[in-house]
């Protein structure tokens, strides 16, 4: 039994299983899109989301976009 002090990350899954991950990931996806759409934001919403994509962007060093969905 492996004991660790963090919590697994899918990226340390060996890669029969993180595939696995992967394509369950994608069915909840596609299950879960069905049930919403691209959400109507407001000029002030779009630029709040926009600032938040570039401070993780910063933060993360990695192109970072967020999208916004709202039930149907």
Not at 16 to 34: F, G, I, P, V
Not at 59 to 65: K, N, Y
């Amino acid at each position: 039994m492996c004991h660790r002090n963090k919590k697994p990350s899918a990226m340390e899954l060996p890669p029969s299983c993180k595939a696995a991950a992967d394509k369950m990931e994608q069915a909840l996806r596609e299950e879960e899109l069905s049930s919403y759409e691209t959400a109507r934001l407001t000029s002030s919403a779009v630029d709040t989301l926009s600032d938040a994509e570039q401070r993780l962007s910063q933060e993360l060093g990695r192109d970072i976009v967020l999208v916004a969905y709202e039930s149907r």
